[in-house]
């Protein structure tokens, strides 16, 4: 195993100060925050989603007050918008992302062992699972969807997209009738979450909530799809499974649930989508031009998902020669660049991406799980 994963740390650790933002007021352009926050880009925005995975790299590095602020400036425009926005800025703030909120408050619980803390800030984390719960976001089938109330299907596909993360993804081209398979594995753990962090706030959890994700969990078969041993998202209108295949459909690996014999089933189908880069977003160029989130493209935060799930069900062995291909490639990049980028190719080791896709430098996308995922595997 190589060690110089390790060896990048203090550089990367180095560089987050040059995303380190402050917006303590309104401007014309932002919301302001209370606290400091890592931006996606110099002198940019905090993003909802690019908050939890650049934490995942933050408290590794101990910057435990910094992570914990992230959070809190997410948790301090919920009362004001009725949700969490994907951003602070506000031409980004008519929609959400995927809700990671939970997850985030556990790992700055974990953390630090603050109760008070805990039990402050657990109430707007309810708040928000209501939110995208609530009628608007339920499809037909039961299971729930991005880009609700919309006037028309493009309005929608667009909104879903950006809701999604998975921004002119082809996982949302052809229709607005789509349960995301993501998003419903999601909600089935933040329920979970919700009755593990009540207990830890209060020395017991609500029952209705484990009695919300077993319903969740079996509304969720309907994204299975036993011939391609795969989850696909489901599309309500047309009561069938998309034809696109992509990483989203490792959601369930990662939130833990499902048993022994199906995560064998999806691991195996992981090497649709290995290259010597690690992992491609889809299994094939689904003809988009100008298609971010399909292949040939990779994006650390899902191959922080994938690999986690794969450890946490003890593909070890399988996780381990992904993540050493894809810890490598952007190691050695770095080497060459001095940078970490947003999107690499996995097909070639590069950041070349097709024509009219913009790549550029990042800290938390790509950095948080970068030292999470070295961390996972024991090269530190």
Known sequence: MSTHYHDLFPELQARLNDFVCETPQDTEQFFGLPHPYVATEKNGAQLYAHTFFTNLGLLRLKQIDLARFGVENLVSLLPKLGYVPASNRKDMSDHSHLPFLPWMVRDIYRATGDKEWLRRVLPEVIHEYQYWTDENHRSPSGLYRFGTGQS????????????????????????????????????????????????????????????????????????????????????????????????????PLFVEMIDADRAERLVQN???????????????????????????????????????????????????????????????????????????????????????????????????????????????
């Open 152 to 251: 028309s299907p493009d309005q929608a596909i667009h909104l879903a997209m950006h809701e999604s993360l998975w921004v002119d993804s082809p996982r949302f081209r052809r229709s607005s009738e789509i349960d995301p398979i993501d998003l419903n594995a999601l909600l089935y753990r933040n329920a979970l979450l919700i009755h593990d962090l009540q207990k830890e706030a209060d020395g017991h959890g609500d029952p209705v909530w484990l009695n919300r994700a077993e319903k969740l969990k079996q509304s969720i078969e309907k994204c299975w799809n036993e011939e391609e041993g795969l989850y696909l998202d489901h599309n309500y209108g047309e009561k069938s499974h998309s034809p696109i295949k992509s990483l989203a459909g490792f959601m």
């Open 270 to 380: 992981i090497s649709r989508f290995v290259h010597p880069g690690g992992l491609a977003c889809t299994d094939q160029d689904y003809g988009f031009p100008a298609c971010t989130w399909n292949y040939p493209l990779g994006y650390a935060p899902l191959v922080y998902l994938i690999l986690k799930g794969m450890m946490d069900y003890d593909f070890l062995e399988d996780a381990a020669d992904i993540g050493n291909s894809w810890l490598d490639m952007v190691a050695e990049i770095y080497s060459k660049t001095g940078e970490v980028w947003e999107w690499y190719n996995v097909t070639n080791r590069s950041i070349d991406t097709p024509a009219g896709i913009k790549n550029q430098p990042v800290w938390g996308w790509t950095a948080g799980p970068f030292i999470a995922i070295a961390d996972e595997l024991g090269l530190v």
